[in-house]
């Protein structure tokens, strides 16, 4: 056991993933070894090469996984959510802006089984092909940000030094500013009506949450005995991150950007609810939830389904995200 | 711990101005800064070119940036778009606001502890799977969704809630909208309980406690608890920052006229005094929060030790 | 007699299945004599203490079978609430690690005034009182100025005193000592031993010393207890054992400490792992890492044969052993 390391006071990161920064930032200091009953004298070979730990880990966490329900679950649904994003006509061949002021708010009818919104356009369909929006989105925003918050965090925190400390503070100004608020005063501007501008604001805003994970977890990384031996053998700095540290690092990378990706098809929605996120004519959960507020007396299937479809896609990726987290940090069991 | 505030006060500074300059510019792309101050009608070029120079809007963005933090600093915001003084705004709207945030706050602690205490010490069982998937569940459904929700069925369907909030405000009118900002970060802390009180209950000092014959409500109270809120409620702390900033949605639901209606009215009239104002505001506060935050944790936990 | 475990069981059920821990663990404690319970990490050492305390994780732990009794009655037998009565006022348990066994955010002088408000039902201010006598008596240095300090404040050889203190605060008739000294740096290692010992003597309590280091066990125990796998193999006032062996485990141990009238000889170690306790090996659990190991033991376990009145051996072949 170690001295307890007095906390760096602004080591701690507030915010929505609070809970999940200082576990998985340990996960691979346990590492799959520790599972039994709690002993003091468990000592685990320091000697194991890297390659092998990282295959131990993956490894272990997929069986695990397998057997999980929670995983399977989210996974079916990711997987169903992907096939209607790539091809929506496959089970809902109508077209999401064929509406018809008519039928506003009518209740569900034959060949209409969600009804119809406030604008007359068939509801279900629109939910269906709103999936690829939030899709398109999710996935976007959510590479941008794992991209460039682990390339910087990672950088910064294998090399340290004086460009540690300025991505530090750049991070800290990037969490003071409320997201929603980011969002409504730069997307306010933008007339453009594809997801892109979306996609770029959540990357602007985003990437410091993955580059402080990225930066902790390399640091931990870094600590590890078979890093010091590398080192003490002259592996090259490029070579050490990459090949010993990169793997070992990323795995923290990925629970996060995994519950990110759900929060941000939150915030488009939410965006899109507050009319600076996508504009019609896209079509989005949230442009169909907003517009249906207005009617939620009348026509509450309107606002039901879009509503149900976006709560139902954010679950499934926080749960993978949650199911991935479990595999991979045994201590929680 | 003197030296270490004083230290802490100085990081702040770079933060603070990075934080407001980043929305200084972004407000300076969002459109025109004169447009608002005509009232609802578009300036004539003249009229606007001489607001321009008034308000040193033909200067370069790092000089005005300069220039508008020197007033901020003797305290004055500017004006809005109805030619009300922006303090004035704020000093309508903070109180509205810091009511809702307090609300909040509550329930996190009257809820989110309280089930995650229940559930840390009840781990593995059914109900503590239950919980977790309802606060999963809670996390996912984004909080417009969960207050337009929760205002067609307590405000419409059954009536038992104004669906919205009357200008005064008061702490009876913003109990749901409370809940509604509350709802994602009381699922957190729900979680975020939970997993320290399971994580503490099998740490040696507890068993240390068991073995010394404590009955088992002080083996909880006094040493468990004591130390599995303290993440707890520095989380909770710093979420007073992050509700006062993200109560726009919630406030835009309930039509409450608060921090987040002032800004959403000042976005679309682009009034950019407004904005930056109140943003300067929230970062402040935000700032300040985590500033606290970290003093707390000195105070709850002895071992650290800030030089 | 003191405490005795007879016949006892415990097994945890884990995910991955069933980890049998103890199985069949007798021994016996007198007031004021000190038995070593020998043996590697996993051997069922710490899970026997912690049976006896009562404070075993459950679940996964459980106690299957046997009886441990304390004073005359079976621990096993009373009621949660009269045990929680017996820990601490008499029967009190000392930890390996101090550092994470103390509460970091409470003074110590409040974890250890504790005992005193909880037991004796003091008043806090008497009960402070109580710890700093407590601390004068382990022989911290300025105890009355210190017992507001916190764990973390303290070396680690003061800290393991505190714990003594603890432990010995309402004067229990017997202590269990779990690893007491492994933690501490080797020269603060034989003061805590020399403290705890002196105690002992004072109080005439009975000492379960649990410990892996033979050199500790020579000073101060009287009767020593090995364990492998779970079992008892083998037990005997401490002379006896040091001079000869009566199971080839023992004698490995043994073997396997480094002598100075040794030196340049290559340093014995027995062959092999400890078995998991999820699959203990047939017959004597030992057999696949014994040199002496024959058919009989691959397929019998062996009991806990006598040699003499006072020491027993689980090895078919123990008389073998004991000639060398």
């Given at each position: 056991m170690p001295e307890p390391q007095p906390l760096e006071p602004s080591s701690y990161v507030p915010g929505g993933t609070a809970e999940l920064v200082p576990a998985d930032a340990e996960i691979l200091r346990t590492g799959p070894g520790g599972r039994g009953p709690r002993g003091p004298d468990t000592t685990a070979a320091p000697s194991v090469a890297a390659e092998e730990r990282v295959r131990s880990l993956w490894s272990d966490a997929w069986h695990d996984l397998r057997r999980n329900p929670v995983f399977l679950v989210s996974a079916l649904v990711i997987l169903f959510l992907v096939l209607i994003a790539l091809w929506p006509q496959l089970i809902a061949p109508g077209n999401p802006l064929d509406c018809d002021l008519a039928k506003a708010q009518q209740g569900p009818g034959p060949g209409h089984p969600f009804g119809f919104n406030g604008q007359g356009c068939d509801v279900y369909t629109r939910t269906v092909h709103g999936a690829r929006t939030s899709v398109t989105v999710g996935v976007c925003a959510t590479l941008g940000v794992a991209v460039l918050g682990s390339v910087l965090g990672g950088l910064a925190g294998f090399f340290g030094g004086v460009g540690d400390a300025i991505l530090?503070?750049?991070?800290?100004?990037?969490?003071?500013?409320?997201?929603?608020?980011?969002?409504?005063?730069?997307?306010?501007?933008?007339?453009?009506s594809t997801v892109w501008p979306v996609i770029g604001f959540m990357v602007l805003l985003g990437w410091p949450q993955i580059s402080r994970i990225a930066r902790g977890s390399v640091i931990t990384a870094r600590q590890n005995d078979y890093v010091q031996a590398a080192r003490a053998l002259g592996a090259s700095p490029m070579r050490i991150l990459l090949r010993h540290i990169a793997p070992n690092a990323i795995a923290p990378v990925i629970v996060v950007a995994t519950i990110a990706l759900g929060t941000y098809i939150a915030l488009e929605a939410t965006l899109s609810y507050l009319g600076v996120g996508l504009k019609p004519p896209s079509v989005s959960w949230g442009i169909d939830i907003s517009a249906a507020s207005p009617y939620i007396r009348n026509a509450p299937h309107a606002l039901l389904w879009p509503s149900g479809a976006?709560?139902?896609?954010?679950?499934?990726f926080i749960m993978l995200g949650d199911a991935v987290r479990d595999a991979l940090d045994p201590r929680l069991r | 711990m003197g030296p270490y505030v004083v230290r802490r006060l100085l990081q702040m500074v770079p933060v603070f101005a990075g934080a407001t300059l980043l929305?200084?510019?972004?407000?300076?792309?969002?459109?025109?800064?004169?447009?608002?101050?005509?009232?609802?009608r578009q300036c004539d070029p003249a009229t606007a070119a001489r607001l321009k120079q008034e308000f040193g809007l033909d200067q370069p963005v790092w000089q005005q940036y300069l220039t508008y933090m020197g007033n901020v600093f003797t305290g004055d915001f500017g004006t809005a778009f109805n030619g009300q003084k922006v303090t004035e705004l704020m000093a309508t709207s903070f109180p509205v606001t810091l009511r809702l945030t307090i609300v909040a706050i509550l329930f996190e602690i009257a809820i989110g502890v309280t089930l995650g205490v229940a559930m840390g010490l009840r781990r593995g069982r059914p109900v503590d799977t239950g919980v977790l998937l309802v606060t999963l569940v809670v996390i996912s459904v984004p909080t417009f969704v969960t207050g337009l929700l929760l205002q067609l069925l307590l405000g419409v369907e059954w009536g038992w809630i104004k669906p919205s909030v009357s200008w005064q405000a008061g702490f009876d009118e913003l109990i749901v909208p409370g809940l509604v900002l509350a709802s994602v970060s009381l699922a957190y802390v729900t979680r975020l309980t939970r997993t320290s009180i399971a994580e503490n209950a099998r740490a040696d000092y507890v068993r240390t406690a068991v073995a010394k014959g404590l009955p088992r409500h002080r083996v909880i109270v006094r040493h468990l608890l004591r130390n599995s809120l303290i993440p707890v409620v520095t989380f909770i702390g710093a979420d007073v920052g992050f509700l006062m900033g993200g109560a726009i949605v919630t406030e835009r639901i309930f039509n409450i006229h608060g921090v987040g209606y002032q800004l959403?009215?000042?976005?679309?009239?682009?009034?950019?005094?407004?904005?930056?104002?109140?943003?300067?505001?929230l970062v402040l506060v935000f700032l300040v929060a985590n500033l606290l935050v970290d003093l707390l944790y000195a105070v709850l936990d002895p071992r650290i030790r800030y030089a | 007699m003191l405490l005795e475990v007879r016949d006892l069981h415990v097994e945890f059920r884990t995910r991955d299945g069933v980890a049998r821990a103890v199985n069949g663990v007798s021994y016996g404690v007198d007031a004021g004599e000190t038995l070593a319970v020998l043996g590697e990490s996993g051997s069922g050492k710490s899970v026997t203490a912690q049976a006896i305390m009562g404070i075993l994780d459950s679940p996964p732990g459980r106690i299957t079978g046997g009886e441990i009794l304390f004073q005359g009655r079976d621990l096993l037998r009373l009621k949660e609430e009269e045990r929680r009565r017996i820990r601490g006022a008499e029967m009190a348990m000392i930890f390996q690690d101090a550092l994470s066994a103390l509460n970091p955010v409470l003074p110590v002088g409040d974890q250890l005034g504790e005992m005193f408000v909880v037991h004796r039902g003091m008043s806090r201010k008497d009960a402070r009182a109580k710890a700093v006598e407590l601390m004068d008596r382990v022989?911290?240095?300025?105890?009355?100025?210190?017992?507001?300090?916190?764990?973390?404040?303290?070396?680690g050889g003061m800290r393991q005193r505190i714990m003594i203190a603890m432990a010995l605060a309402l004067e229990p008739a017997l202590i269990i000592a779990d690893e007491p000294t492994t933690a501490l740096d080797v020269t603060v290692q034989a003061q805590v031993m020399d403290l705890l010992a002196e105690l002992q003597r004072e109080l005439t309590m009975g000492l379960v010393?649990?410990?892996?280091?033979?050199?500790?066990?020579?000073d101060v125990a009287d009767r020593i207890a090995v364990m492998y796998a779970g079992r008892i193999v083998e037990s005997a006032p401490v002379h006896d054992l040091y001079k000869a062996p009566a199971h080839p485990y023992t004698r490995g141990l043994l073997d396997s400490i480094p002598r100075l009238d040794h030196k340049g000889r290559e340093l014995y170690a027995i062959k092999g792992l400890p078995p998991s306790l999820m699959h203990i090996p047939a017959g004597c659990a030992f057999h696949p890492r014994c040199t002496a190991a024959r058919d009989l033991c691959r397929t019998d376990v062996p009991p806990l044969h006598e040699v003499t009145g006072e020491r027993g051996s689980a090895c078919h072949f123990w008389r073998e052993c004991l000639d060398g």
């Open positions: 530090s503070r750049v991070t800290d100004v990037f969490f003071a500013i409320p997201v929603v608020l980011g969002g409504l005063v730069l997307l306010s501007v933008v007339t453009s976006l709560a139902v896609t954010v679950l499934a | 929305i200084f510019l972004m407000v300076n792309v969002m459109g025109d800064p004169v447009a608002g101050l005509c009232g609802e959403y009215q000042g976005i679309l009239r682009q009034s950019t005094q407004t904005v930056v104002g109140f943003v300067t505001v | 022989r911290i240095p300025g105890a009355a100025a210190r017992v507001r300090d916190y764990p973390h404040q303290f070396s010393l649990i410990t892996h280091d033979l050199g500790v066990v020579a």
